[in-house]
């Protein structure tokens, strides 16, 4: 039996790494080439297996065994050393062509190494997305957009209001084109369908329920889509989705969602205004709705769609400051600050102010110094992901009273608004028959 001591000893064998070639068998790699000047013929020659053969000549390269004539393929002469036994010629692998900046990057620093004299050996250059370049194709693309879209035909204004009154409707974390499966969820099934019909019983269900005020705000707090490209990752982190669709079919599927909710809000208030958060799932979809939507209800007077491109946006009524905020980068314990200082001007001419936030799809209330912060949860089911963290699923309409700010608000429930029936999500994994029969 092999003793402790042994069976150690056989380990570290066996880790030890792959001694480095003899100067013996890279010069004999390298004379075969000198004669024959043909890698194959030479490592036939020799008995090797071409791959064996190449790293051995690639090392005697190195070590400056070949001639100056052949030079390896691949090398380059870097150092010519006279000795009494003749030249000693040293090759390396061959610098590549000259550098160039990749189209659509810029320089972003460069590194360099340099020897006890300061001079340079070798040099790093870093390069970035060209963020502005980035921005003007967007621009532009977002731009031609425009152009080719339809505009929407007005509807007819309701025939009573309350002018004072305000109603928020709020939206957050849709997550349209996400996929959940109750079975291992233990929150709901979820696709791209579900979600589309959800979020529109949730609206009708919301707006008969609602007073009827002159002013209404679409407020979608972002992360509206799932994901932001036809991979289904986060766009900052890389972080894989739990996707039901196709890219263009969420993106259809959000286009008829929000056309059919404005015209609902303009046939119940006077004024609608639209607010499309920036946010961590979809940054550039909103950029695209927000856009697009302008453009569309251009000649509707009735409808505003906020298209600041920042990440935080502000709307006054009366004597009312409503903030919005997706919540990915301030949270309700801090966002107070920078929306103050953002807006100091509206802040400063009102004196009831409300931030309202997501993200974090859980309810939360806080009362600062400067003003109410809420956090809203979604109306929609959790993915694998986030089921590893309870909330309720349900959304708000608050309305508010251009003097005394909040009014009143109605809370639906995704459940209370998708009513007795069970919808089954694309993935169910149930018999046919058995889905039926429910």
Same mark, same amino acid.
């Given at each position: 039996m092999q003793t402790l001591r042994q069976k150690h000893s056989l380990d570290r064998g066996r880790l030890m790494p792959t001694p480095p070639l003899s100067d013996d068998l890279a010069k004999e790699a390298a004379d075969a080439f000198i004669a024959l000047g043909n890698k194959s013929q030479a490592a036939e020659l020799l008995?090797?297996?071409?791959?064996?053969f190449n790293s051995r000549l690639k090392v005697a390269a190195e070590r400056g065994m070949l001639p100056t004539t052949p030079v390896m393929p691949g090398f380059r002469i870097s150092q010519v050393t006279s000795t009494p036994n003749g030249d000693f010629i040293q090759q390396k692998p061959e610098h590549g062509g000259q550098f160039e900046v990749p189209a659509g990057q810029k320089i972003k620093g460069v590194s360099a190494l340099v020897d006890a004299d300061g001079r340079e050996v070798v040099k790093w250059v870093k390069t970035a997305a060209d963020s502005a370049q980035q921005l003007a194709a967007m621009r532009a693309a977002v731009e031609a957009f425009k152009e080719e879209l339809p505009r929407a035909e007005p509807v007819a204004a309701p025939a009573h209001t309350i002018d004072d009154l305000l109603n928020q409707y709020t939206i957050t974390d849709h997550h349209l084109g996400a996929l959940a499966w109750n079975e291992e969820t233990g929150g709901g099934?979820?696709?791209?369908?579900?979600g589309e019909q959800l979020i529109i019983d949730w609206f009708a269900s919301a707006i008969a329920q609602s007073p009827p005020a002159r002013r209404a705000v679409f407020a979608q +707090?972002?992360?509206?889509?799932h994901y932001d490209s036809f991979k289904s990752i986060t766009p900052e982190h890389g972080h894989l989705l739990d996707g039901d669709s196709r890219y263009p079919k969420m993106v259809r599927a959000a286009i008829r969602i929000v056309r059919t909710i404005i015209r609902m809000?303009?046939?119940?208030?006077?004024?609608?205004?639209v607010i499309m958060c920036d946010a961590n799932h979809d940054p550039a979809g909103e950029v695209w709705l927000r856009e697009g939507f302008s453009a569309f209800y251009d000649e509707e007077p009735r409808v505003t769609v906020d298209t600041n491109p920042g990440t935080y946006s502000v709307i006054e009524h009366g004597d009312v400051s409503l903030f919005y905020h997706h919540g990915h980068r301030r949270g309700?314990?801090?966002v107070d600050s920078? +929306?103050?200082?953002?807006?100091?001007?509206?802040?400063?001419?009102t004196s009831l102010s409300y931030a309202h936030t997501g993200h974090k799809h859980s309810d939360e209330l806080?009362?600062?110094?400067?003003?109410k912060v809420e956090q809203h949860e979604t109306l929609a089911a959790p993915d694998a992901y986030g089921s590893n963290w309870l909330s309720g699923r349900s959304a708000k309409v608050i309305t508010y009273h251009k003097d005394f700010g909040e009014d009143g608000r109605v809370i639906l429930s995704a459940a209370r608004v998708m009513g007795a029936s069970k919808r089954q999500a694309a993935n169910d994994n149930a018999p046919a028959e058995q889905r039926r029969a429910a």
């Open positions: 008995r090797l297996p071409r791959q064996t099934d979820y696709d791209l369908r579900i +707090l972002g992360d509206f889509l809000l303009l046939e119940k208030h006077e004024q609608v205004d309700v314990k801090n920078i +929306l103050v200082g953002k807006f100091r001007k509206v802040y400063g001419r806080k009362t600062t110094d400067l003003m």
